[in-house]
T-cell receptor, first 116, second 113 residues
Framework: GAGVSQSPRYKVAKRGQDVALRCDPISGHVSLFWYQQALGQGPEFLTYFQNEAQLDKSGLPSDRFFAERPEGSVSTLKIQRTQQEDSAVYLC??????????????FGPGTRLTVT | GENVEQHPSTLSVQEGDSAVIKCTYSDSASNYFPWYKQELGKRPQLIIDIRSNVGEKKDQRIAVTLNKTAKHFSLHITETQPEDSAVYFCAASKVTGFQKLVFGTGTRLLVSP
């Protein structure tokens, strides 16, 4: 079946521009995560959704970052007034969220954001 | 919060040798430890995981060991092949709650023919 998809795969933005990154999770997956992966580093947690509810946004670096999942499926990560330090790969992951079970997270291919 | 350290950052082996990657974690409440393989430009993919109620798990050439007392866990790859070349990440989380993963910094494994 289809895995997690993300678009665009690559995005170049001029400093100060706003960007929107899209994630299509696996159908039926309740949980959705966004991670930021800087060059040569491991992914770092940004935010988590359970269906349409954003239950944790403690990893968002600043108030320029905003995420939504209005209908509990597709999610969008928006970055306003992009800065060079925002350059990274943004990964989306989804999981089924079976109660009391280990929940494998399936990752998308990521969006590579370059801010010039 | 949880902190995961991973060593070595780079590992070069000859085809057929074994490779070992080690991670330590700080939060004793963490009880789920997955390992991801990420090829260049590709998505991270789960290769093996372990829960804290077991000390070792094997899947063909891959094994993971966990020492809860010392708070460290390791990935073992035997009979390495060139297609094992990739970056490997360890991670830690709690099974309860929403299982936010905290990743190590990655190990670049290079297997030479």
């Amino acid at each position: 079946g289809a895995g997690v998809s993300q678009s665009p795969r690559y995005k170049v933005a001029k400093r100060g521009q706003d960007v929107a990154l899209r994630c299509d999770p696996i159908s039926g997956h309740v949980s959705l995560f966004w991670y930021q992966q800087a060059l040569g580093q491991g992914p770092e947690f940004l935010t988590y959704f359970q269906n349409e509810a954003q239950l944790d946004k403690s990893g968002l670096p600043s108030d320029r970052f905003f995420a939504e999942r209005p209908e509990g499926s597709v999610s969008t990560l928006k970055i306003q007034r992009t800065q060079q330090e925002d350059s990274a790969v943004y990964l989306c992951a989804s999981s089924l969220r079976l109660a009391g079970a280990v929940d494998e997270q399936y990752f998308g291919p990521g969006t590579r954001l370059t801010v010039t | 919060g949880e902190n995961v350290e991973q060593h070595p950052s780079t590992l070069s082996v000859q085809e057929g040798d074994s490779a070992v990657i080690k991670c330590t974690y700080s939060d004793s409440a963490s009880n789920y430890f997955p390992w991801y393989k990420q090829e260049l430009g590709k998505r991270p993919q789960l290769i093996i995981d372990i829960r804290s109620n077991v000390g070792e798990k094997k899947d063909q050439r891959i094994a993971v060991t966990l020492n809860k007392t010392a708070k460290h866990f390791s990935l073992h790859i035997t009979e390495t092949q060139p297609e094992d070349s990739a970056v490997y990440f360890c991670a830690a989380s709690k099974v309860t709650g929403f299982q936010k993963l905290v990743f190590g910094t990655g190990t670049r494994l290079l297997v030479s023919p």
